[in-house]
T-cell receptor
Framework: GAVVSQHPSRVICKSGTSVKIECRSL??????MFWYRQFPKQSLMLMAT?????????EQGVEKDKFLINHASLTLSTLTVTSAHPEDSSFYIC??????????FGPGTRLTVT | EDQVTQSPEALRLQEGESSSLNCSYT??????LFWYRQDPGKGPEFLFT???AGEEKEKERLKATLTKKESFLHITAPKPEDSATYLC?????????????FGAGTQVVVTP
């Protein structure tokens, strides 16, 4: 299957700081990528759609000014959590399609805000 | 409102003890249903896509089936390495296959 990577795998930051998470498609190009969030013992929830060459679209209830998304190239999307707070601590996962209908997911980034 | 419900929440199996997981959905105009496997601390790993009622897909000890109201993931003679959380998901909108609505998952533990 297609390979999606994320960096970093884990990050700890202080409350009020910003954190950038990268999502890369390693062996295919993706004009669209998706960002999900997963809280402990819960399932994945879609946060936003990252579009190469245009603005990201956000799901209802997700603050676009807090979760900045930039689709810099056909293989890279970044999610920046601005002014992070402890309630933003979560597992952030990106996905991308590689040509079929299925999504391929990255390994996830564990964010802990202290 | 579209809903995806998985049962049971957790399943403990002895090695070799076959079982089935259920994913029921209330989605108008289902376009497809996905099964994923997720190991702790990792992203979901794609298993199957099912498009229409009556369709079946197999991979090693796993077999996924689809009816008009639900999907089943059958695990035949499971091994400890089949221990994981199994997620089903449906595309939530008509304009994108990537906007997935996930069920809560079934956590499967297979003991030797």
């Amino acid at each position: 299957g297609a390979v999606v990577s994320q960096h970093p795998s884990r990050v700890i930051c202080k409350s009020g700081t910003s954190v950038k998470i990268e999502c890369r498609s390693l062996d295919f190009q993706a004009t669209t990528m998706f960002w999900y969030r997963q809280f402990p013992k819960q399932s994945l929830m879609l946060m936003a759609t990252s579009n190469e060459g245009s603005k990201a679209t956000y799901e209802q209830g997700v603050e676009k000014d807090k979760f900045l998304i930039n689709h810099a190239s056909l293989t890279l999307s970044t999610l920046t959590v601005t002014s992070a707070h402890p309630e933003d601590s979560s597992f952030y996962i990106c996905s991308a399609p590689s040509g079929g209908d299925e999504q391929y997911f990255g390994p996830g980034t564990r964010l802990t805000v202290t | 409102e579209d809903q995806v419900t998985q049962s049971p929440e957790a399943l403990r199996l002895q090695e070799g003890e076959s079982s089935s997981l259920n994913c029921s959905y209330t989605v108008s105009g289902l376009r497809g249903l996905f099964w994923y496997r997720q190991d702790p601390g990792k992203g979901p790993e794609f298993l199957f896509t099912l498009y229409s009622a009556g369709e079946e897909k197999e991979k090693e000890r796993l077999k996924a089936t689809l009816t008009k109201k639900e999907s089943f993931l059958h695990i035949t003679a499971p091994k400890p390495e089949d221990s994981a959380t199994y997620l089903c998901a449906v595309p939530g909108t008509t304009d994108s296959w990537g906007k997935l609505q996930f069920g809560a998952g079934t956590q499967v533990v297979v003991t030797p």
